[in-house]
């Protein structure tokens, strides 16, 4: 018995010792790989700047660079640097806080010495952390932090943040927390808590990287909100998602808005809701888009070069995005009020036409003209009552509990009901607005729009 157990041990101790030398070169490759991939991304740029091999671990320092002129033609030859630390030890035995095994686990690193000038935080912590765990199937997990810091006068106090994911064959997941956001100041204080984010891609890296849609979620929450002395919103979401029609082809992206209350002053209000949604959208379109920008940004284009040969692009591929009918639609806004509640829906979508140039699709007359849209609102009678009243007197800077304001808001309601713009039905306001070829309709009142 004693024999073949020394013989296992044995394997087992060889293949910790070999093993490392057969994974160094993979690992080195896809850091190599990564680096590319953030060269052919517009606007960024990372360049490996020393490689330190040994046979346990390597480590690599990357200058990553974000070029502004990117974001702001102004700020041309304004770049953002920053190195990046990647520390890696190689398995099949890791000591990691992930697991004890795996091919490799890499921790990437942002020092933040600069940064030290004006934030505080633990000497002896990173201002960025990333772990990453190489699995043998394949999957990747990730952990990244960012410490509690502040600034030096303390009037700007972040708590720290911290998440973790996978990546897989089939998808990537993660869930990030933030605790708070505190800015003091004595006449415009602001505060937010209970920060939450979470990410769901169902789709392997390579559609992911490809440009074009697939079924996703990403849910960005926080619990409060709170702006000066007498503001503060609760309950915020914002939960985009998006999907690819498996017959047509067609991508669809949905944003939804929420939050649940808000009080400022005496103004009240719960369950704001607003959906929008973009439909019929050409997935190869968008996967001929994200082609045309890896292969274009390998030259170094300058802002001006890169928005001509943009130009031309679109104009070539117009027909392709347009030929489906892109719509673009709000299924829900309504929110709730002391006085009442609103409701309204809008759905617009392309009239038939032949592909315009890039010049018209800039003018309000081409869209005014070529886009067909149905829009319908409602209200409850008070509501409307007492959002008109708070307009008069505004207006008419008078107190709102004033006949005169009462009596001018009345006056305003009933001669918009007289002219057939809304309709009192079951004590709630409606209107039902349509555009088509330039002409406006509410109810049955058509009118031209320019």
């Not at 590319?36 to 700047?49: M, Q």
């Not at 800015?183 to 390579?206: I, Q, R």
């Not at 498996?246 to 808000?262: A, D, F, R």
């Not at 008069?392 to 918009?416: H, T, W, Y």
């Given at each position: 018995?004693?024999?073949?157990?020394?013989?296992?041990?044995?394997?087992?101790?060889?293949?910790?010792?070999?093993?490392?030398?057969?994974?160094?070169?993979?690992?080195?490759?896809?850091?190599?790989?990564?680096?590319?991939?953030?060269?052919?991304?517009?606007?960024?740029?990372?360049?490996?700047?020393?490689?330190?091999?040994?046979?346990f671990g390597s480590e690599n320092k990357v200058l990553f660079t974000l070029d502004?002129?990117?974001?702001?033609?102004?700020?041309?030859?304004?770049?953002?640097?920053?190195?990046?630390?990647?520390?890696?030890?190689?398995?099949?035995?890791?000591?990691?806080?992930?697991?004890?095994?795996?091919?490799?686990?890499?921790?990437?690193?942002?020092?933040?010495?600069?940064?030290?000038?004006?934030?505080?935080?633990?000497?002896?912590?990173?201002?960025?952390?990333?772990?990453?765990?190489?699995?043998?199937?394949?999957?990747?997990?990730?952990?990244?932090?960012?410490?509690?810091?502040?600034?030096?006068?303390?009037?700007?106090?972040?708590?720290?943040?911290?998440?973790?994911?996978?990546?897989?064959?089939?998808?990537?997941?993660?869930?990030?927390?933030?605790?708070?956001?505190?800015?003091?100041?004595?006449?415009?204080?602001?505060?937010?808590?209970?920060?939450?984010?979470?990410?769901?891609?169902?789709?392997?890296?390579?559609?992911?990287?490809?440009?074009?849609?697939?079924?996703?979620?990403?849910?960005?929450?926080?619990?409060?909100?709170?702006?000066?002395?007498?503001?503060?919103?609760?309950?915020?979401?914002?939960?985009?998602?998006?999907?690819?029609?498996?017959?047509?082809?067609?991508?669809?992206?949905?944003?939804?808005?929420?939050?649940?209350?808000?009080?400022?002053?005496?103004?009240?209000?719960?369950?704001?809701?607003?959906?929008?949604?973009?439909?019929?959208?050409?997935?190869?379109?968008?996967?001929?888009?994200?082609?045309?920008?890896?292969?274009?940004?390998?030259?170094?284009?300058?802002?001006?070069?890169?928005?001509?040969?943009?130009?031309?692009?679109?104009?070539?591929?117009?027909?392709?995005?347009?030929?489906?009918?892109?719509?673009?639609?709000?299924?829900?806004?309504?929110?709730?009020?002391?006085?009442?509640?609103?409701?309204?829906?809008?759905?617009?979508?392309?009239?038939?036409?032949?592909?315009?140039?890039?010049?018209?699709?800039?003018?309000?007359?081409?869209?005014?003209?070529?886009?067909?849209?149905?829009?319908?609102?409602?209200?409850?009678?008070?509501?409307?009552?007492?959002?008109?009243?708070?307009?008069?007197?505004?207006?008419?800077?008078?107190?709102?509990?004033?006949?005169?304001?009462?009596?001018?808001?009345?006056?305003?309601?009933?001669?918009?009901?007289?002219?057939?713009?809304?309709?009192?039905?079951?004590?709630?306001?409606?209107?039902?607005?349509?555009?088509?070829?330039?002409?406006?309709?509410?109810?049955?009142?058509?009118?031209?729009?320019?």
């Amino acid at each position: 018995m004693k024999k073949p157990l020394a013989v296992l041990v044995f394997i087992l101790v060889a293949a910790c010792l070999i093993a490392p030398k057969f994974i160094a070169p993979k690992h080195q490759e896809t850091v190599v790989g990564l680096v590319g991939k953030i060269n052919k991304t517009p606007g960024y740029s990372a360049e490996i700047i020393s490689t330190d091999l040994a046979w346990f671990g390597s480590e690599n320092k990357v200058l990553f660079t974000l070029d502004m002129a990117q974001l702001d033609p102004s700020l041309q030859s304004q770049n953002i640097d920053i190195e990046l630390v990647l520390d890696t030890h190689y398995g099949p035995l890791l000591f990691s806080n992930q697991g004890l095994f795996g091919l490799y686990a890499t921790t990437i690193k942002i020092d933040g010495n600069e940064q030290r000038k004006v934030l505080n935080w633990d000497e002896n912590t990173p201002l960025y952390q990333l772990s990453v765990l190489g699995r043998f199937m394949g999957n990747i997990n990730v952990v990244d932090k960012v410490p509690s810091f502040s600034n030096m006068d303390n009037t700007f106090q972040f708590s720290g943040y911290s998440g973790q994911g996978e990546l897989t064959t089939s998808g990537f997941s993660y869930e990030g927390n933030l605790e708070s956001i505190h800015v003091v100041d004595a006449y415009s204080p602001l505060k937010a808590e209970g920060f939450y984010v979470s990410v769901e891609l169902n789709a392997n890296l390579e559609t992911i990287m490809q440009g074009g849609f697939y079924d996703s979620t990403t849910d960005f929450s926080l619990n409060t909100l709170s702006m000066g002395t007498d503001t503060q919103l609760s309950g915020l979401n914002i939960e985009m998602g998006s999907n690819l029609n498996p017959v047509t082809h067609l991508g669809h992206i949905e944003v939804s808005y929420l939050i649940n209350e808000i009080i400022s002053g005496s103004f009240k209000a719960n369950d704001l809701i607003l959906i929008t949604e973009l439909d019929n959208l050409n997935n190869q379109f968008f996967i001929d888009y994200k082609n045309f920008f890896d292969t274009f940004s390998t030259v170094n284009p300058s802002f001006d070069e890169t928005y001509e040969t943009l130009l031309v692009f679109m104009q070539e591929n117009l027909d392709e995005l347009l030929a489906a009918k892109p719509e673009f639609n709000i299924p829900k806004f309504s929110a709730s009020f002391p006085e009442g509640r609103f409701n309204a829906t809008l759905t617009s979508t392309l009239a038939d036409i032949s592909t315009p140039t890039i010049e018209a699709l800039t003018t309000p007359e081409f869209w005014l003209y070529n886009t067909i849209v149905m829009a319908e609102i409602e209200a409850d009678q008070r509501l409307v009552s007492k959002l008109t009243e708070r307009f008069i007197a505004s207006q008419m800077r008078a107190p709102l509990n004033a006949p005169e304001v009462k009596q001018q808001a009345l006056m305003l309601v009933e001669g918009l009901v007289q002219q057939g713009l809304i309709r009192l039905e079951n004590t709630k306001y409606k209107t039902e607005i349509h555009i088509e070829n330039g002409q406006g309709k509410v109810f049955d009142l058509s009118f031209p729009l320019m």
